[in-house]
């Protein structure tokens, strides 16, 4: 069982930046942000591997979001800059289930409960 803590979200203007955090319970495999904005599917936003720090993120975010962990807290964060109103969604914190590591939502053993972010133009 991984509990997951978001924390962060709020509302900005285009252009300004972001941190999300999130504290979890034990280190699974990888960490991740996922997205959902009104009216879409959930999606992957950036991902990171526990044992090596390997990221990956979803092209609408590459060179703009950053992730990263403390592994002594326990704690994954999402650096946000350049955002845009494209951007807004809750995102979610994801702990992955062993030994599996991607965006694919079937990748997820648990999931935070989310935290709002709305950027205006």
């Known amino acids: 069982q991984v509990h997951l803590v978001e924390s962060g979200g709020g509302s900005v203007q285009a252009g300004q930046s972001l941190r999300l955090s999130c504290a979890y319970t034990?280190?699974?495999?990888?960490m991740g942000w996922f997205r959902q904005a009104p009216g879409k599917e959930r999606e992957g936003v950036a991902i990171?591997?526990?044992?090596?720090?390997?990221?990956n993120y979803a092209d609408s975010v590459k060179g703009r979001f950053t992730i990263s962990q403390d592994n002594n807290k326990n704690i994954v964060s999402l650096e946000m800059s350049n955002l845009t109103p494209d951007d807004t969604a809750m995102y979610y914190c994801?702990?992955?289930?062993?030994?599996?590591?991607?965006?694919?939502?079937?990748?997820?053993?648990?999931w935070g409960q989310g935290t709002q972010v709305t950027v205006s133009s």
């Open positions: 994801a702990a992955s289930k062993p030994a599996l590591c991607g965006f694919n939502e079937r990748f997820v053993g648990f």
């Open positions: 034990s280190s699974p495999t990888c």
């Open positions: 990171i591997v526990a044992a090596t720090g390997d990221t």
